[in-house]
């Protein structure tokens, strides 16, 4: 199981990485066809949630910088796990005006079963950045180095635990990542809210928490959090000082791609016009410092078939671990 995950991590390591450094297409592509009604760009979050704040910056820009004249409506569509929104999206088949933010329960609803379709029943209309997974604590707290964590989980099997906001959710993918790569076991901790958690870990009711950059930031920078290691393929602009797993000798990436997909059978004029337009916000210094600089974002960008690799690889990294934990699909 290990080696297999590994491969799998090393794929997406190198599809990413090579993104990172590709060219983007030709911005000069043109169908004349443009959007001549409003675009409803469902969330399957709430106000204020991570893909709720990007589906708005990407509406305001897209705006502000006229790459889009139409409105773009942002429409939080919540419940059953993301399940509501993207079937919301998947009925709109053929439409050019539906747009759908991508986050970790794109990938886990139907691996769960609890949606019959996958990434291959959307169109994907762009990867804009990714998320790694970062390991937290209390800023107090006895742990400062990934090998503290592993001594302590040795020492006391199930006795260290974990805050990984909602079960299943992108926090337990990456324990049972780390717990099989170094031969440990902690007691996972769901919490529904994410402030919840880090107060549960702030409080000392939780010894370590999974999070974003985003979500522990203002936490870190006020001095009540610290990171003790990062689950991307290079150190974070965001926190240059902090090693990832892979320096601390765990050859472990995982980074969850912020992407916008669209309803299945989009007509190809109008995803080309899409493709391009999401080009052109990649390519604006505004966006790259109000949105992807201000949220600690990675970036990465990417459209057509380097797009779908992208989340192809994370799909297969996700189906993998939730076969481990025993949450997929029969027949999966």
């Known amino acids: 199981m290990v080696k297999k995950l590994i491969v799998l991590l090393v794929v ?4 990413l990485a090579s993104t990172a450094c590709s060219k983007t297409a030709d911005t000069s592509a043109s169908t004349g066809w443009e959007p001549a009604e409003n675009i409803q760009f469902n969330v399957q979050s709430g106000a204020g949630g991570g893909s709720d704040l990007m589906a708005r910056a990407i509406a305001e820009k897209m705006t502000t910088l006229n790459i889009i004249t139409k409105p ?3 429409e939080n569509i919540t419940g059953a796990g993301g399940v509501n ?4 999206t998947l009925k709109a088949a053929g439409s050019p005006y539906v ?3 991508i986050n970790s329960n794109f990938f886990t609803a139907p691996i769960t079963g609890n949606i019959k379709t996958d990434y291959t029943g959307y169109t994907i209309l762009a990867v804009i950045g990714s998320d790694p997974m970062i390991l937290c604590t209390a800023a107090d707290s006895p742990f400062n180095t990934l090998q503290d964590v592993v001594d302590a989980c040795k020492a006391d099997p199930k006795g260290i635990s974990i805050m990984i906001g909602s079960a299943g959710s992108s926090g337990s993918i990456a324990s049972v990542m780390f717990e099989d790569a170094a031969g440990i076991e902690m007691t996972q901790v769901p919490f529904e809210g994410g402030g919840d958690g880090l107060a549960a870990v702030m409080g000392k009711q939780v010894d370590l928490s999974w999070q974003n950059f985003g979500e522990v930031m203002g936490s870190v ?6 990171i003790i290691a990062v689950m991307g393929d290079e150190r974070s602009k965001a926190a240059p000082d902090i090693p990832t797993f892979k320096e601390a000798g765990y050859d472990l990436v995982y980074e969850v791609p912020r992407a916008v997909a669209a309803p299945p059978d989009m007509p190809e004029e109008a995803l080309t016009f899409y493709q391009d337009a999401f080009t052109k916000l990649d390519a604006d210094p505004g966006w790259q410092k109000d949105y992807l600089g201000a949220n600690y974002i ?6 057509g078939d380097e797009a779908i690799a992208i989340i192809k690889a994370s799909y297969d990294m996700t ?12 027949g999966l």
Not at 12 to 15: G, N
């Open 72 to 74: 773009i409506v942002v």
């Open 12 to 15: 997406l390591c190198l599809v």
């Open 221 to 226: 920078e006020g001095g009540l959090m610290k």
């Open 85 to 88: 929104s993207f079937n919301e």
């Open 319 to 330: 189906l993998d671990v939730y076969k481990q934990m025993g949450l997929a699909a029969p």
């Open 298 to 303: 990675t970036h990465k960008f990417a459209i």
């Open 99 to 101: 747009w759908q933010t």
